[in-house]
């Protein structure tokens, strides 16, 4: 069974650009998920989607940040204008349903430096 | 959610038993601890979980106390491939979110 695909795994920018990342969940998950994780700290939740629809997004940096998922399938999240401080590790998470929302199956993530 | 407390770190020699404890004293009668771990450069991954029982699977074992205010994940013979960050989680059912502290780092040595 193919896992979490995230791309791309790693991305420089400058701050003030813009970046996308894109992620492909397993087969029939339809739950969704984006964390953010932090050098030496656990992953944070950014948002969750539930097929295309917003669970909950209460920690999103809704100024900069946006996602969606559209078809209830691959999500993308992007961050314009990017800050120093969302330089982090941004993961993709998948799980089969709601009622099994702590079975999570995680993508490697995408690296993101923002100089 | 309960608040967990994770020790920073701890290590063991490879083929010995690696038991990682975790404290939720205000765990609540309908929380799961759950357990993942993370290593270097990956993503998380699912370990295990419980209500009250003890539960085992092909990767561990979790021990939950009785008044459920403290839990131990056992790995049984710890590799070097198990030199990870390993999370304890507590969380409601569906509805609630999968919060990460920042874990407990196993140390394997050879």
């Known amino acids: 069974e193919a896992g979490v695909a995230q791309s791309p795994r790693y991305k420089i920018i400058e701050k003030r650009q813009s970046v996308a990342f894109w992620c492909n969940p397993i087969s029939g998950h339809a739950t969704l998920y984006w964390y953010q994780q932090i050098l030496g700290q656990g992953p944070k939740l950014l948002i969750q989607f539930q097929n295309n629809g917003v669970v909950d997004d209460s920690q999103l940096p809704k100024d900069r940040f946006s996602a969606e998922r559209l078809k209830g399938v691959d999500s993308t999240l992007k961050i314009q204008p990017a800050k120093l401080e969302d330089s982090a590790v941004y993961l993709c998470?998948?799980?089969?349903?709601?009622?099994?929302?702590?079975?999570?199956?995680f993508g490697e993530g995408s690296r993101l430096t923002v100089l | 959610d309960a608040k967990t407390t994770q020790p920073p770190s701890m290590d063991c020699a490879e083929g010995r038993a690696a038991n990682l404890p975790c404290n939720h004293s205000t765990i609540s009668g309908n929380e799961y601890v759950y357990w993942y771990r993370q290593i270097h450069s990956q993503g998380p991954q699912y370990i295990i979980h419980?209500?009250?029982n003890n539960e085992t699977n092909e990767m561990a074992s979790l021990i939950i106390t009785e008044d459920r205010k403290s839990s131990t994940l056992i790995l049984p013979h710890a590799t070097l491939r198990d030199t990870a960050v390993y999370y304890c989680i507590v969380k409601t059912g569906a509805n609630s979110k999968l919060t990460f502290g920042k874990g407990i780092t196993l140390s394997v040595r050879p």
């Open positions: 419980g209500l009250k």
């Open positions: 998470a998948s799980s089969l349903r709601f009622s099994l929302a702590g079975e999570l199956f």
